[in-house]
């Protein structure tokens, strides 16, 4: 039988990764826009108003998106929980009917839930 060993990474090799891809990005960027012909004044502007639009563009996907989608998910859990009990509710009164043939329809559990005081 061929067992495979899983290797783990540590968090310095996992550390060294995300250096190694951060220097790959600045050297595409440096490459793409000429930024190694700037001069050091040029570079400063340059790498300023790139961390200007990337702070401001994640502040508006924290802001903005984030919540309407946690809204959606929770919209769509109610919609199937409020499905799923009263699904559950009509197979309660099914079985019911099918057990006791007796007497007329059983209430859910739902419904009989009323307290006396």
């Not at 050091?40 to 502040?59: C, M, N, Q, W």
């Not at 929770?74 to 009263?86: I, V």
């Not at 009509?90 to 209430?107: C, E, H, I």
Request: charged letters at 15%.
């Amino acid at each position: 039988m061929d067992t495979k060993s899983k290797t783990t990474i540590s968090f310095s090799e996992k550390l060294e990764t995300f250096r190694r891809w951060a220097q790959l990005k600045q050297y595409q960027i440096e490459v793409t826009y000429a930024v190694n012909t700037y001069t050091p004044i040029e570079k400063v502007f340059f790498y300023s108003l790139v961390l200007i639009l990337f702070t401001l563009s994640s502040a508006a996907f924290a802001v903005c998106v984030v919540p309407r989608i946690l809204a959606l998910i929770y919209h769509a859990w109610y919609l199937l929980s409020d499905d799923m009990a009263e699904i559950a509710s009509q197979l309660w009164v099914a079985n019911k009917m099918m057990l006791d043939t007796s007497s007329g329809p059983a209430a859910s559990p739902l419904e009989s839930s009323s307290m006396s005081i």
